[in-house]
């Protein structure tokens, strides 16, 4: 396969993680014995077989490179991209312009998948005419701070970021597992977030009736957001 373009986010804070992520970098904790941006990077891999790969970095930087590079990555390219603490989501995607020159997928580092969960996606928005794509997963216990939607037909017809207390059995999670290509920075510039979150810019674009591809990934999955996530098994 070729190679693809990828955007990793690993510079965001571990607030909810408490002490354990006060003087670490939260995507660089372990699940299942290895740091969960290994994770990420192997499932890429085994995805795409080799990727350009633009590593957003701010809080703790510098543990993140030296844990990417003691991963002994073959096939991988690697751009570590900085940005400013307290800029996540929308912030590092801004930043992430002048890197990307063409259809790319983005996801974040504290979340752990199958390989399918990114080829998928990225194969559903080269296949279709829509202006991006994004995965969402029936699994509404994973994560209760991602945004929630719906597909119809294979297309996302409803997106809330954040989340309402309501929860109907037909929502999926927003994974933040996205694909897209330029047009998703021209969607950054029309839809700035108030809240930082990429999610509230995806809300913004599906309420204005942009085309966005939806990928249901019936899966298991592991979001470290909190202390209770490092026990969790990805199997």
Known sequence: MREVQAVLLAGGYGGRLEALAKDRQKCILPIDGKPAVIHTIENLLNAFGSVDLKIAVGFKAEQVRETVEKGGFSKLSITYVPHKPGTEGWGIYKDMDSHIK????????????FPEAYEKVFQLFIDSDADAAMSLSPDLDVVDTHGIGK???GEVIELEWPPPHMIEESHLRDMTIWASDRRMFDMIRQYPSPYKSIGYVFMKAVR????????????????????????????
């Open 208 to 235: 204005d009736k942009r085309q966005i591809a939806g990928n249901y990934y019936d899966n298991p999955w592991v979001h470290l957001g909190t202390v209770t996530d490092l026990n969790k098994h990805f199997v």
């Open 151 to 153: 597909i119809k037909g």
């Open 102 to 113: 063409g259809p790319f997928i983005g996801m974040p580092g504290d979340i752990i998948a």
